[in-house]
């Protein structure tokens, strides 16, 4: 069912347009807004009769039919999450970006225009928002955790989703790295895109946060499977095959920045691997600054 601030906010998109003379959508049209005349909470199938009445595009009406759903699980599972809606400048694969919110202690989520667009009628449900959620919030806390610095995670403790975390680095260093090849070409020019000024320890810390993050990115997915059938007691072919799908192209990245390293610098990198935390002796303290990606200029 849908709330009255969504209804109300659609409305303002578009003033009423002139009737369309299809007889057969006349009842459902008459009951739409017979409902609405009464004040009575709209389905969302009467809502789209109504705001496509109003003249509100069927894609903004997708969009905020998502966006719906996932402020309604927000609230049901207690996320630390802001919906703060849709934006474009992403790649069509991507489901959303995640900011630093504004209240303290909270994640900005900001949905891609380009994959919703297309892809509602396949995700736009409460099993696949759901998993959605849990990955932003299992990344939102890895992210806040990283110390770009010393390229570790700053924790207090090792919890459950910080063992997850390291869980997904032992497999990534067990199953991700490819090959011990120098360097091609195309290795040499995602480096210098990274650093263009030839900096070699600004190189490798670049490359090294680029591949913790997709280390990061898996550990959210395993955070968010196990949870979901935690929470709900099943597992979901949809979310299964999106993760399978995902760790395919991570595991393409995590190489992408290994391949770009020197043979000393691997080295290093494998020795961080085995050893990706550092804890601090005050519990109950902030571990040490939040750091997350560029702010954004977006609403709650």
Do not use: C
């Amino acid at each position: 069912m849908i709330s009255l601030w969504l209804l109300l906010g659609l409305l303002a998109l578009g003033s009423t347009g002139a009737r369309s003379d299809n007889t057969d959508g006349d009842e459902r049209r008459t009951q739409a807004f017979g409902a609405f005349s009464r004040g009575e909470t709209l389905s969302w199938d009467q809502l789209e009769v109504v705001a496509t009445e109003a003249g509100v595009s069927r894609e903004k009406i997708a969009e905020m039919k998502v966006k719906d759903r996932a402020e309604r699980l927000v609230r049901r599972f207690h996320l630390p999450l802001e919906l703060a809606g849709f934006s474009g400048g992403m790649a069509p694969e991507e489901e959303f970006r995640l900011y630093k919110g504004h209240r303290p202690g909270y994640g900005a989520l900001v949905l891609n225009t380009a994959f919703w667009d297309k892809q509602a009628e396949t995700y736009d449900n409460d099993p696949y928002i759901t998993y959605l959620l849990f990955r932003a919030e299992a990344y939102f806390t890895y992210r806040s955790r990283y110390d770009a610095e010393q390229g570790a995670w700053i924790v207090e403790e090792e919890s459950p989703s910080m063992q997850t975390l390291k869980a997904a680095l032992d497999d990534s260093a067990a199953n991700w790295m490819i090959t011990d090849d120098p360097p091609t070409g195309r290795d040499l020019e995602f480096r210098k895109s990274l650093d263009p000024a030839g900096n070699s320890p600004r190189a490798l810390k670049a490359l090294v946060e680029y591949a913790l993050r997709t280390v990061a990115q898996k550990a959210s997915d395993n955070w968010a499977a196990g949870r979901y059938r935690r929470e709900l007691g099943v597992t979901s072919p949809l979310v299964s095959e999106r993760i399978r799908r995902r760790e395919r192209l991570l595991a393409v990245d995590f190489n992408r920045a290994r391949s770009a390293m020197t043979g000393a610098e691997r080295r290093a990198f494998r020795k961080l691997l085995k050893t990706p935390f550092r804890y601090v002796r005050h519990p109950g303290e902030a571990a040490s600054e939040p750091v997350f990606d560029p702010a954004a200029n977006v609403a709650p």
